[in-house]
């Protein structure tokens, strides 16, 4: 598994549109940057960061790339009275998002994620958010359906996304699971999935990827601003403060918050990748530059990591 991939998330306009010239250019430049992973879902922007990532790939080399999406949600007409804003994504609301975790919910998610893609295959599917659906039949049903995919050769691995530490661990116990995307909960800010998750992983040989390793904004920037974000709303003060004192460690050592964030998860033996959401051509060149920032060892001693 490459060390740093692209989130796509980003160009189904999470929070606000992104142009089609910034997201050609954000993904123009991942390329270049050497990046080799791209991970999308129908659920970012309804259909839009497939659709738009599949186009921007065709282009390229498809034996030399990694590519992921998900299963979980199915997008089936929607009231198309406005925008998807409720949900977090700019885009018009001609769409929704059904959840389906049946074996054939998934099978036809899957075809329809390779047809917005453009593609015939991805390399990982994901069962996506199993916390927030029927999460008993994600884990009964779906993920059953994914390890039989796996076997059919329809998908070279199988994971599950999720924000839920109890519930990746319920999902790696079940011995289908080929990836863990974990979602916030190994970050430099907070390491819940420390105590248990990470260590079953390590055991199973079960690869994990990080993301939303930037708490989705407050450790985005080198100064952490009173509005910054984290968990997709405003950060509380506790987090400010925290981020703040890691901040300022950091800058001891000329080094920039988001710096550290980058590399943070990658110290960890069972997590392989660092999976960033990125928007623009700008950003993705930065965190590449950012994850090659060479930082003191006595740093990561001094924050404990
Ligand atoms: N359950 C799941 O499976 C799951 C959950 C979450 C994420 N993911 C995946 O992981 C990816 C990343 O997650 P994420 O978007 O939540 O989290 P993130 O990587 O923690 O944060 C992304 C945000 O950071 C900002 N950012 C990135 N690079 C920056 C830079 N150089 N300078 C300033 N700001 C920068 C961007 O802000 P702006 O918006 O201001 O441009 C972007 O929206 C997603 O795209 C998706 O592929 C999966």
Redesign the pocket.
Known sequence: MPRIGF????LGN???RTTDAEARGAVDAAWEGGIRLF???PH?GLGTSERRLGALLAGLPREELLLST?VGRLLRPGPGRGDDLENGFAVPDDLERVWDMSEQGVRRSHEESLERLGTDRVDTL?L??PEEGPTEQALAEALPALAAMREEGLVSRVGV???DVDVLLKAVGTGLVDQV?L??RYTLLEQPAAAALLPACLERGIEVVA???????I???PTVPDDATYEYGAAPREMLERARALAAAAAHHGIEL?DLAIQHPLRHPAITTV??????A??VR??LA?AAARIPEELWEQIGA
């Open positions: 989130g796509a998330a980003q999470l929070y606000r991970d999308t879902a970012y998900k994901y996506h958010d996304g999720s924000k995307m979602s916030g993301v939303s390793v930037f708490n989705s904004g450790l985005a920037r988001p999976v960033l959401g990125m928007r623009t700008h950003q930065e965190n950012r």
